[in-house]
């Protein structure tokens, strides 16, 4: 799939991120989501009931639609504890306009077993969106309780746009700091993930993954 650029990042990496740069300091590091104690997570964190994953090296290989075999159990750990309808998926691809006639959102889901979020606007500029998606999950006694972004935990592995967009928006941030596979990867992407992390240490951020 073609992504088209992502104008939204480019503006917080130029305008805000110079002015708040603890924009891209996470709240939680890990190598993969491997590492995860989701039930701790919880515990610790008892303000968290849904939990937003970037697709792309954190659940599954670059541009493939089935989940790695390294985060797969703690994957479904986190469906189990959380329930399938307060976890979601948030693509800068799969879901976006560049999906055209959002194919890829529907393999994906049918491939993983877990929703796509269908948006116009890319991370980190989504959240009206995000939030939308999950609407269904928080009616109680038939009267819907808007979701407010600091139940939410964003799980990803890219600071612009992932642990930025949670932290602007008021969410719980995990950044990934290991890449699950660099065959396939955007080239860009790959340069950019080493700058990121490579800003994290000079921050005092114990980032935990291997340089790829």
Same mark, same amino acid.
């Given at each position: 799939m073609v992504q088209s650029w992502n104008w939204p990042a480019v503006r917080m990496a130029l305008v805000r991120i110079p002015l708040e740069p603890s924009l891209l300091r996470p709240n939680l590091v890990a190598r993969t989501l491997a590492e995860i104690d989701w039930t701790a997570l919880r515990k610790n964190n008892p303000q968290l009931t849904h939990v937003v994953f970037d697709k792309?090296?954190?659940?599954? %290989?670059?541009?493939?639609?089935?989940?790695?075999?390294?985060?797969?159990?703690?994957?479904?750990?986190?469906?189990? @504890?959380?329930?399938?309808?307060?976890? %979601?998926?948030?693509?800068? #691809? !799969? $879901?976006? @306009?560049?999906?055209?006639?959002?194919?890829?959102?529907?393999?994906?889901?049918?491939?993983?077993?877990?929703?796509?979020?269908?948006?116009?606007?890319?991370?980190?500029?989504?959240? %009206?969106?995000?939030?939308?998606?999950?609407? %269904? #999950?928080?009616?109680?006694?038939?009267v819907l309780e808007p979701l407010q972004p600091n139940a939410v935990l964003m799980?990803?592995?890219?600071?612009?746009?992932?642990?930025?967009? $949670?932290? !602007?928006?008021g969410m719980t941030t995990l950044h990934l700091s290991e890449t699950l596979e660099l065959k396939g990867d955007n080239k860009l992407a790959v340069v950019l993930r080493r700058m990121e992390n490579l800003l994290l240490r000079a921050m005092g951020v114990d980032v935990a993954g291997k340089e790829t």
């Open positions: 792309d090296n954190t659940l599954t %290989a670059p541009y493939v639609e089935t989940l790695h075999e390294r985060v797969e159990e703690s994957t479904r750990r986190c469906i189990d @504890l959380f329930g399938a309808e307060r976890v %979601a998926i948030l693509s800068n #691809s !799969a $879901g976006t @306009l560049d999906d055209k006639d959002l194919q890829w959102k529907e393999a994906i889901e049918r491939n993983t077993g877990i929703r796509v979020i269908v948006h116009k606007q890319k991370k980190p500029a989504c959240l %009206a969106e995000v939030l939308g998606h999950f609407d %269904a #999950s928080c009616e109680k006694d038939g799980v990803g592995d890219r600071l612009l746009t992932d642990t930025v967009f $949670g932290n !602007a928006s």
